[in-house]
T-cell receptor
Framework: KQEVTQIPAALSVPEGENLVLNCSFTDSAIYNLQWFRQDPGKGLTSLLLIQSSQREQTSGRLNASLDKSSGRSTLYIAASQPGDSATYLCALNTDKLIFGTGTRLQVFP | GAVVSQHPSRVICKSGTSVKIECRSLDFQATTMFWYRQFPKQSLMLMATSNEGSKATYEQGVEKDKFLINHASLTLSTLTVTSAHPEDSSFYIC???????????FGPGTRLTVL
């Protein structure tokens, strides 16, 4: 059974810091991996999609990498801002999405 | 773009009544939509997979007679919570899968409160 773990569970940092959020999974048989953010009481916003054959994707200040052999993905956030405060979820797509446990990020001014 | 809407965004109902939630893909066709529920401070739990023109596939432990799913067109799926009880109070979120890289896009969610 595929298990997806995210560390840290929570993170509080001052604005301007560069951050790394980690996602690990047990089975490398995936179609792709998506990173989402969720603001309190809201739905999910797709941030980045890394297909199985790719190693990384970038969008603005966000960079996500995928290493299937080690069962890991990382989301790198450069120059964090208070508006980045949210819960970040990674999800493996094996036909269905299997969500990680999430990282609650707070960036304070 | 890839926008998914849900309606209503918030609903309060009495115990024993039925509530219908709509999920629409606004600018793309979705042969597959998914329904999730989320309890406070927990991750999303997949309830069912909805395929256009066929019966939904429910996850283990989800009652298909209680959570009725209809996917009548390539842009609309509905979830009906029948005979709602207070324990059905939750945040319900749908997603729609776009063809190509198999990416899912999520609606804004519906907060259901059963009194």
């Amino acid at each position: 059974k595929q298990e997806v773990t995210q560390i840290p569970a929570a993170l509080s940092v001052p604005e301007g810091e560069n951050l790394v959020l980690n996602c690990s999974f047990t089975d490398s048989a995936i179609y792709n991996l998506q990173w989402f953010r969720q603001d309190p009481g809201k739905g999910l916003t797709s941030l980045l999609l890394i297909q199985s054959s790719q190693r990384e994707q970038t969008s603005g200040r966000l960079n996500a990498s995928l290493d299937k052999s080690s069962g890991r993905s990382t989301l790198y956030i450069a120059a964090s801002q208070p508006g980045d405060s949210a819960t970040y979820l990674c999800a493996l797509n094996t036909d269905k999405l299997i969500f990680g446990t999430g990282t609650r990020l707070q960036v304070f001014p | 773009g890839a926008v998914v809407s849900q309606h209503p965004s918030r609903v309060i109902c009495k115990s024993g009544t039925s509530v219908k939630i709509e999920c629409r893909s606004l600018d793309f066709q979705a042969t597959t939509m998914f329904w999730y529920r989320q309890f406070p401070k927990q991750s999303l739990m997949l309830m069912a997979t909805s395929n256009e023109g066929s019966k939904a596939t429910y996850e283990q432990g989800v009652e298909k007679d209680k959570f009725l799913i209809n996917h009548a067109s390539l842009t609309l799926s509905t979830l009906t919570v029948t005979s709602a009880h207070p324990e059905d109070s939750s945040f319900y979120i749908c997603s729609a899968r776009k063809l190509g890289p198999n990416e899912q896009f999520f609606g804004p969610g519906t907060r259901l409160t059963v009194l």
